[in-house]
């Protein structure tokens, strides 16, 4: 070997083992099911004192995106290392997500190879709350957008139907309370030829394996007065999760991605 060849050796070669690969970011896109109540979220208060233990399933996303755990994910995650940045926000519908200007700041960040999850329906479905409500066909047209854009920038656009809330039972079995907006949302992914995570139904089924004892104690957020300080009075929401059931929800959009490559 000429000496040139020895030179290139010890200047370059070290900087190509020490290059390091660029993170994937998976952005989480939705509304208060998904959101992380810590850090940021309110700045100005206390997380322990005014929230917890009220906790989206983004919130703890990042504990699923360990170098063990992505690598069963190399269908849709091509590098080995990811930083979960988590947009969503409580009250917020696929209208207003957009309106607020949420999604152009994803949007502006957005990099080949990175992750959209958008999991919206609980507010868009709300008929009673104006300011937030979206027609079934209005979701739609917000989804396409969203799934459109985060093409047009080469990332991964993947929908997820609503989490399942605490309700309706009946003999046993969790059914499904969003209608024509789980429809929605299986429709345009299938129109669009998308990824798809079904976790209305996988929550369902997951809620139901457990038990509507259970989970109500355990997973949503329903405890008496006096044992939290942010809840006094206690709580009665069979919507929003405890840190248990954000867990296992957070487990169930893991499991979801993993089937995406089948």
């Not at 000429?2 to 083992?17: A, D, E, G, Q």
């Not at 849709?76 to 999604?103: H, L, M, N, P, Y």
Request: glycine share 8%; with cysteine; net charge negative.
């Amino acid at each position: 070997m000429s000496f040139k060849s020895y030179l290139f050796l010890i200047l370059f070669l070290p900087l190509v083992w020490f290059q390091q690969e660029e993170p994937t970011t998976v952005y989480l896109i939705g509304d208060s099911t998904m959101a992380d109540y810590s850090g940021d979220y309110d700045k100005d208060k206390d997380y322990m004192k005014t929230r917890y233990p009220l906790m989206g399933w983004g919130q703890v996303f990042q504990e699923n995106m360990s170098k063990e755990r992505l690598q069963p994910l190399s269908h849709i995650i091509k590098s080995d290392s990811v930083i979960v940045d988590d947009r969503a926000r409580g009250g917020r519908s696929t209208r207003t997500f957009f309106e607020e200007g949420r999604w152009s700041s994803v949007y502006k960040n957005l990099q080949k190879g990175d992750l959209v999850l958008m999991q919206f329906g609980h507010n868009d479905a709300a008929e009673n709350k104006p300011e937030r409500f979206v027609t079934v066909e209005g979701y739609k047209e917000y989804l396409r957008l969203y799934v459109n854009q985060t093409c047009q920038k080469e990332a991964v656009p993947v929908i997820l139907t609503p989490v399942s809330r605490n309700y309706p039972w009946e003999d046993g079995k969790l059914g499904n309370v969003h209608g024509e907006y789980y429809t929605a949302a299986v429709e345009v992914a299938k129109e669009l030829d998308v990824h798809l995570v079904d976790l209305t139904q996988r929550s369902m089924d997951h809620f139901t394996e457990k038990g509507k004892d259970y989970v109500t104690e355990n997973y949503f957020m329903n405890f008496g007065p006096g044992i939290y300080e942010a809840y006094p009075d206690g709580s009665s929401d069979n919507t929003h999760f405890q840190p248990e059931g954000a867990r296992a929800v957070a487990q169930l959009v893991y499991e979801g991605l993993l089937d995406l490559k089948d």
